[in-house]
Structure formats: C-alpha cells, structure tokens
C-alpha cells in the first residue's frame, strides 16, 4: 500500500445557462504512513479545453510550475516535506475556455516521493469525472 493518498474531487461550480462557468478543483494529499516523506511533488493534468485561474487564494499552496503541453497544462506543485499522518489540501480554479455540456473529466493526478531509504515511489489520485448535463 502506498504511503501516500491522493484523492481528488469538486468543491464548487458555479453554472450560467445550463453550462460550467468556473470549477474549484481540490487535491486531498495525505501521508497515511508512521514516516515523514521527502522531495513530494504532486503533477496534474488539466484538460486541454479549460484555463487556470492565475488567483491564489489565502492559504492555497501556488504551483511550482506551469508547463503547456500537447494534452493541456500540466501544474506542478512541490512540497519539501509531510510529515507522519500530515494532511494537506491544495485547491486551484479552472475556467472552460468554451460553454461545455456533458462530461468533463480530469485524468489521475500523480504524486512522487521519496521513501524512507532515498527509493522514488509514485501514487496516483481518482479520474475525476464531472457530468455537466444532458448534451444535445
């Protein structure tokens, strides 16, 4: 079992005409094991046909990088360190950069690590999939 717990989900939508104006994306990282884990870096991969709010809110973790890739953007964030049964939130808003009916969905964002004996070690998060509708 991984060290790690990665869970991803929606806290809120806010919808015009039937379609997605905004979404406010959170990632659930948790250290589930008895040791501290270092060098974390969470990566995920926002759809092609949606556009990253550049605000950060108070208490949101900023991302390390941002890099366009042929999928969509790819956010990086890191952190230093989690500590034994540490629990942290990283929340982020994305924007459709066109009226979306139907299902959008958002592909396993992936966490890296380095276990206790300097091993690199992945765990990956839920597909998460947001049913905005019926589509014509």
């Known amino acids: 079992r991984s060290p790690i717990s990665l869970r991803k989900g929606v806290i809120t939508t806010k919808s015009k005409d039937g379609s997605i104006a905004e979404i406010k994306i959170a990632l659930d990282v948790r250290n589930v094991s008895k040791h501290n884990l ?3 870096t969470v990566t995920e991969l926002l759809p092609g046909i949606t556009h990253l709010h550049n ?3 108070l208490g949101t973790l900023k991302p390390h990088k941002i890099i366009s890739t042929k999928q969509g953007k790819k956010v990086v964030w890191k952190l230093a360190e989690i500590e034994s049964l540490e629990h942290r939130i990283i929340t ?5 950069k066109l009226n979306v009916l139907g299902t959008l969905e958002f592909p396993r964002a992936i ?3 380095k276990k206790r004996k300097g091993r690199q070690s992945k765990a990956y998060s839920n597909v998460f999939r947001l049913n905005l509708g019926k589509s014509n």
């Open 38 to 40: 270092k060098d974390v």
């Open 92 to 96: 982020y808003k994305i924007k459709p």
């Open 55 to 57: 605000t950060v809110d």
């Open 111 to 113: 966490a890296t690590f």
